[in-house]
């Protein structure tokens, strides 16, 4: 399987369920990001990892916790969500901070 | 930091008719510049890239664009457009020179009718 793989695609759960996200990475790339797309805004940045190490976290709250076991994989946990936090989450990749990203095809979340 | 506004949410088209789809960015250093087309229940591909070079970039689709410095605009054309083309276009920049964070325009909505 070539390119940014993403699972599950479609996601629904409650508000005190505990649930994860899934990326893969399949181009050899070091950098990982989660994005949330939410309806009529721009694309928000969540988190970046470079070399496993997480460089950034845009004021993200604590319910959402990502997790990057190796350049290959990130996850997103998720616990307690808000029904707010329904949205299409995308996770991409690149080689490293900077360079060109390539997206995988996006979890769609919806929290009841 | 830089910004990215794409002025038209919406733009309906014919089949068989040129589009242009307008960018203009924000950004007090060099930058680089990108194209994405986002198909309905799908992720983000990319149509194209300015990372330097000729100003004029061709992409994938049959799409192109055109970096204008002094405008500061990037704007993405097709000659003749088709129903497949019918996606949500996003322009993004990210500053040169430094790990700087990709942003995103509010994305253009591309509908294509016959």
């Known amino acids: 399987e070539t390119g940014v793989t993403q699972t599950p695609r479609h996601l629904v759960m409650g508000m005190t369920n505990k649930k994860s996200l899934k990326c893969e990475q399949h181009?050899?790339?070091?950098?990982m990001y989660w994005y949330k797309q939410s309806a009529k805004k721009p694309l928000e940045l969540m988190f970046v990892y470079s070399l496993e190490e997480r460089v950034e976290n845009n004021s993200v709250p604590s319910r959402f916790s990502p997790e990057c076991p190796n350049s290959s994989h990130l996850f997103l946990h998720l616990h307690t969500l808000q029904p707010e936090d329904s949205a299409l989450y995308l996770c991409?990749?690149?080689?490293?901070?900077?360079?060109?990203?390539?997206f995988g095809p996006g979890t769609r979340l919806t929290v009841l | 930091a830089q910004s990215v506004t794409q002025l038209d949410s919406q733009v309906p088209v014919f089949e068989e008719a040129p589009v242009e789809l307008r960018c203009n960015y924000s950004?007090?250093?060099?930058?680089?510049l990108f194209w994405y087309v986002q198909y309905p229940n799908q992720g983000l591909q990319l149509l194209l890239k300015y990372l330097s070079g000729s100003t004029l970039v061709k992409g994938i689709n049959g799409f192109e664009a055109e970096f204008n410095k002094s405008q500061t605009s990037f704007h993405l054309r097709k000659p003749s457009v088709h129903i497949s083309d019918t996606a949500e276009y996003f322009c993004?920049?990210?500053?040169?020179?430094?790990?700087?964070?990709?942003?995103f325009g509010t994305g253009t909505r591309l509908q294509v009718t016959l």
């Open positions: 993004a920049v990210i500053n040169t020179g430094t790990a700087s964070k990709l942003t």
């Open positions: 991409a990749s690149s080689q490293s901070m900077g360079d060109t990203q390539y």
């Open positions: 950004s007090s250093v060099s930058v680089y």
């Open positions: 181009l050899g790339h070091n950098a």
